[in-house]
């Protein structure tokens, strides 16, 4: 059973930095394209980033430059190394299998083919 389980959220002040991690279990993740995607109350699913099975990476326009995606398939894990966070970066964070990693590179795009994400973790960004 395909299973993913996001941490690492937490409440951070404007301009500080978090990492989340993306662990799984029951497969392998080295074989396939993971995206993060954020969600707060009231907006759209808004994709964030994706990092393919060949370790290409893919960031929306907004995250450029603040955060970046890695994978380590020894832990099996993807992370989200986010930096200079903004109150605007406040949502709950999922990650899931992709099929199409490129399409998260540029404006807002909505991830209508991920899978298999989690429970989420929450980043609050304020003072």
């Known amino acids: 059973q395909v299973q993913l389980e996001e941490s690492g959220g937490g409440l951070v002040q404007p301009g500080g930095s978090l990492r989340l991690s993306c662990a799984a279990s029951?497969?392998?993740?080295?074989?396939?394209?993971i995206g993060w995607f954020r969600q707060a109350p009231g907006k759209e699913r808004e994709g964030v980033s994706c990092?393919?099975?060949?370790?290409?990476?893919y960031y929306a326009d907004d995250v450029k430059g603040r955060f970046t995606i890695s994978r380590d398939n020894a832990k099996n894990t993807v992370s989200l190394q986010m930096n200079s966070l903004q109150p605007e970066d406040t949502a709950a964070y999922y990650c899931?299998?992709?099929?199409?990693?490129?399409?998260?590179?540029?404006?807002?795009?909505?991830?209508?083919?991920?899978?298999?994400w989690g429970q989420g973790t929450q980043v609050t960004v304020s003072l």
């Open positions: 899931g299998t992709e099929r199409i990693c490129r399409y998260y590179d540029g404006a807002f795009y909505y991830p209508g083919t991920i899978n298999s």
């Open positions: 029951g497969f392998s993740l080295d074989s396939y394209n």
């Open positions: 990092i393919s099975a060949d370790g290409s990476t």
